[in-house]
């Protein structure tokens, strides 16, 4: 009988754990899905520039704003204030609300008719998207180990890349789609353009997903010594105590990663647009073949970033991780110098691919030295504080810089090149040497 109970407890313990790895495994492929379609919806307008430009008469600057400023300044404010939210509500149905109202948003990006409205719209769907990243960072942090939350983070920061290369191949999709003489005699009878139906297409299917993390995802119980000890919420200035005092590093770590994200947006905002001008392609064509070199690049460059990270003792994971984007930004600054300058179609996309592959290892492993370093409860609003940052000042200002810079060379064609260029080089170079400088400021684990 003792037998008998015995085996029955290891198989009950074998069903739990199973359950355990299955659940997880669920709640960041659902959570991933999120990111993926909130980078759709954002970088659509990367390959509707043209149309935009024509049917709503707009400059290259405006078109930088709506990519740049006016989406990531109130993506970075609300991070803000839905930060003490993820640290103190539940944040699953955080999430499903925000899903819901950016998909809402997005969509009604579709019925604008001039800058104004369109520039509401883009507002709208990046104060939504504000909290996905902190809260599901959060979440990961709750259901996995240091070691295992790397792998998890990995996964989630896919999104960005898969998001981007699904808006860039489908959206050149949907508009060789609305080529066909039958397409656009249907278009005409709906009263609305080509650019209008895509942003009808990708923001709506959002609803669904919100609808799908509600009902189907718990959240999970917060862990780390904090609660433990208390469910309080630390007060702000005391999480900046631990940002800015505590812990040495992540001063350079931050400043790091806002010059890395600078690059990321400069070329997801204009590269296609790079490439429709340099090389004369239609935006259906760009779409076709920039998107999967961006997804590809993007998928490596993660998948990369877990091997890099390995087995690493937990106590190593830290100053490992720094030390692994330091060398990705390092192979980052000649690509990110020479992409937008070749005169080959092939050698254009292969180092754009570079970009996307060393651009990818880094934003992969970003979230990790804050879920490993600081207390469950402090955890959202660092999040929070970092994604204010990159958005407020590399979202804010590498698109609107690239923009600006092709304004005053006036010159459409060797303008930009330039302009992304000197953009997203100086970025990777600060980047590099930032996130090298943090690496140095973390201690050794004793006995390695």
Not at 107 to 118: D, I, K, Q, R
């Amino acid at each position: 009988m003792t037998t008998f109970t015995t085996a029955q407890s290891k198989q009950a313990d074998a069903n739990v754990s199973a359950e355990s790895v299955w659940l997880g495994g669920y709640v960041v492929l659902t959570l991933f899905v999120c990111f993926v379609f909130s980078y759709i919806d954002r970088q659509i307008v990367s390959i509707l520039v043209q149309p935009l430009k024509q049917s709503l008469s707009l400059s290259d600057a405006q078109i930088g704003m709506l990519q740049g400023v006016a989406f990531t300044l109130c993506y970075a404010t609300m991070g803000v204030f839905v930060a003490k939210l993820v640290d103190r509500s539940n944040r699953v149905r955080l999430i499903a609300a925000c899903v819901a109202i950016w998909a809402i948003s997005t969509a009604m990006c579709g019925t604008a008719h001039s800058f104004a409205e369109l520039l509401v719209w883009r507002a709208g769907t990046a104060v939504a998207e504000a909290a996905l990243s902190p809260a599901a960072i959060s979440i990961f942090s709750d259901m996995f180990s240091p070691r295992k939350v790397t792998r998890a983070t990995s996964m989630f920061m896919l999104g960005p890349y898969i998001g981007g290369g699904v808006a860039l191949m489908g959206g050149g999709l949907l508009l060789g789609w609305t080529e066909s003489s039958s397409s656009q005699l249907w278009l005409t009878e709906l009263g609305i353009a080509a650019w209008q139906l895509a942003f009808f297409v990708v923001g709506l299917p959002g609803l669904l997903l919100a609808l799908l993390v509600f009902l189907t995802i718990r959240e999970p119980m917060r862990r780390g010594p904090d609660t433990l000890a208390s469910e309080e919420v630390p007060p702000m200035r005391q999480v900046i105590h631990e940002l800015w005092v505590t812990h040495r590093f992540i001063v350079p770590y931050f400043l790091g990663y806002v010059a890395l994200i600078t690059l990321f947006y400069s070329h997801s905002a204009w590269f296609p647009t790079l490439l429709i001008r340099k090389y004369g392609l239609a935006p259906s064509a760009v779409g076709k073949i920039a998107g999967p070199v961006y997804m590809l690049g993007g998928i490596a460059g993660v998948i990369s970033a877990s091997f890099l990270v390995g087995s690493v003792r937990d106590d190593q994971a830290l100053r490992k991780v720094l030390v692994i984007a330091s060398g990705a930004a390092t192979v980052l600054i000649p690509a990110a110098f020479a992409a937008p300058l070749v005169g080959q179609l092939w050698l254009t996309l292969g180092l754009y691919g570079m970009c996307a592959f060393a651009a990818s290892i880094i934003m992969a492993l970003a979230p990790v030295p804050v879920q490993i370093a600081l207390p469950n409860r402090m955890r959202g609003r660092a999040i929070a504080l970092l994604v204010f940052l990159t958005n407020a000042i590399s979202g804010s200002l590498g698109p609107y810089l690239v923009g600006r810079i092709n304004d005053v060379l006036a010159n459409p064609l060797s303008g930009l090149s330039w302009a992304l260029s000197g953009v997203g080089g100086l970025a990777a170079l600060l980047s590099a040497v930032l996130y090298w400088k943090a690496s140095t400021r973390v201690a050794i684990p004793s006995g390695d």
